[in-house]
């Protein structure tokens, strides 16, 4: 199983939703991180989580929070979003966080604010 | 400047013909190099990563580094319309736990029936 899955694929909210994306690999990958991608621009990063403790946080909003509860699972909670905050989500996940070069996405959530 | 520079096209060629798609970039300390794909509206695919300078080939893909240069390219042969897709070059330094991918802004290839 070389698959990073993401749910869920689409997702609508409004400014004072809480919503959750998911993220699980069964890889055995021991990073997996989260970016946002806006249309024809390259993903972003946002957070890493190493042996599931958060390495990195690139100055993102507090609207948007992680978790790793396990090593397999990655979610991002989202609370009081904005609508410049619609954009594509994708997981990605690699061996170990200096293995980078061979992280494999998955599919994304397209997220709509509205 | 920025770190990595990648014209963002778009490209249009028929289908059968060579492509080449390069990069540039300023940090000397990359030391990976990498080459994505992503089809509309899905994920960023890995298709290959090369470390240091060098070639690699896997099927019709062929990337090549020159670190002298700063320069990167991947290079399609006999493309098919189903290469039509965004290509994202990133590379990431060697330093373990400070590794982060950093991606030039990808060009959008269309290959033509």
């Known amino acids: 199983d070389t698959e990073v899955t993401q749910t869920p694929k689409h997702l609508v909210m409004g400014m004072t939703n809480k919503k959750s994306l998911k993220c699980e690999q069964h890889?055995?990958?021991?990073?997996m991180y989260w970016y946002k991608q806006k249309a024809k621009k390259p993903p972003e990063l946002m957070f890493v989580?190493?042996?599931?403790?958060?390495?990195i946080n690139e100055s993102v909003p507090s609207r948007f929070s992680p978790e790793c509860p396990n090593s397999s699972l990655l979610n991002l909670h989202l609370h009081a979003l904005q609508p410049e905050d619609s954009a594509l989500y994708l997981c990605?996940?690699?061996?170990?966080?200096?293995?980078?070069?061979?992280?494999?996405f998955g599919q994304g959530t397209r997220l709509t604010v509205v | 400047q920025k770190e990595v520079e990648q014209d963002p096209g778009p490209l249009s060629v028929p289908e059968g013909a060579i492509v080449s798609l390069n990069c540039t970039y300023s940090?000397?300390?990359?030391?990976?190099f990498m080459w994505y794909r992503q089809y509309s509206r899905k994920g960023p695919e890995l298709l290959m990563y090369?470390?240091?300078?060098g070639n690699k080939e896997d099927g019709r893909f062929t990337a090549q580094v020159d670190k002298s240069s700063k320069y990167i390219s991947l290079f399609i042969r006999d493309s098919q319309p189903s290469d039509s897709a965004t290509y994202l070059c990133?590379?990431?330094?060697?330093?373990?736990?400070?590794?982060?991918?950093?991606f030039g802004k990808g060009i959008t290839l269309s290959v033509r029936p």
């Open positions: 990605a996940s690699s061996q170990a966080w200096a293995a980078v070069y061979e992280a494999f």
């Open positions: 990133a590379m990431s330094v060697s330093s373990g736990a400070n590794s982060k991918l950093t």
């Open positions: 090369t470390y240091s300078s």
């Open positions: 989580y190493s042996y599931e403790k958060l390495s």
């Open positions: 890889m055995g990958h021991r990073a």
């Open positions: 940090n000397s300390a990359f030391q990976y």
